[in-house]
């Protein structure tokens, strides 16, 4: 079955680089996501890679996935007061399209 | 185009009571799903629907019925609310990559 982890609280200065982890148990993944969760909104997808991908970067997100570990991680480059959020991370298998979500990393962005 | 929207926004029972929750997507996806989002837990699957016409059950499916009434249209249904079912309840739909979620409802059981 699925199981993903996640460290819940991260706390961090505004302009540093936040690094968010998450590990995942199923093997047979295909699609790894990060969505993002602003108080009282629902998910928001932000990014997603491809199980046969290492890295994928789009502006000031990037993605690394490391299948060997089945670890992957999301950096958030210059982080803003804007990014105070919860993030979650998910993953879906290769039979059919539901998603497994972590519990979720709160993320606080401190001046 | 409003993407999925969920009606009410926020509700509060009393025990025993029973309501449905509402969830319409003008997208025209197959998938739609119900979720339940409780702190520390993250999200989990109460019931999905494929196509219209099919539903099944996911995670945490005791304590709730569903039925998708057309393409558009998900409801979830609560017949005698407890407390342990005091939640924020997410719609979602199926992109090609992306699920998309509604702005959920707040639902507290007292």
């Known amino acids: 079955g699925e199981d993903v982890e996640q460290s819940l609280f991260l706390s961090v200065r505004e302009g540093d680089s936040s690094v968010i982890n998450c590990t995942y148990t199923d093997s047979s993944s295909t699609y790894l996501y990060w969505y993002k969760q602003e108080p009282g909104a629902g998910l928001q997808l932000l990014t997603y890679?491809?199980?046969?991908?290492d890295m994928k970067q789009d502006q000031r997100l990037t993605v690394l996935l490391n299948k060997k570990d089945k670890h992957l991680s999301l950096r958030i480059a210059d982080t803003q007061t804007g990014d105070s959020a919860i993030y979650f991370c998910?993953?879906?298998?290769?039979?059919?399209?539901?998603?497994?979500f972590g519990a979720g990393t709160t993320v606080t962005v401190r001046a | 185009n409003a993407g999925v929207t969920q009606t009410p926004k926020f509700q509060v029972l009393k025990t025993g009571q029973s309501m449905t929750l509402q969830c319409a997507q003008d997208m025209n996806h197959n998938s739609m799903y119900w979720y339940r989002q409780d702190p520390g837990m993250g999200l989990r699957l109460i019931y999905y629907s494929a196509s219209e016409g099919t539903t099944d059950k996911g995670e945490v499916p005791n304590g709730y019925n569903v039925s998708r009434l057309n393409k558009r249209e998900f409801s979830l249904r609560l017949e005698s609310a407890a407390p342990s079912q005091t939640s924020v309840y997410f719609c979602a739909t199926d992109g090609a990559y992306e699920q998309y979620f509604g702005p959920g409802t707040r639902l507290t059981v007292t």
């Open positions: 890679i491809f199980s046969n991908m």
């Open positions: 998910a993953e879906s298998l290769s039979n059919d399209y539901k998603l497994s």
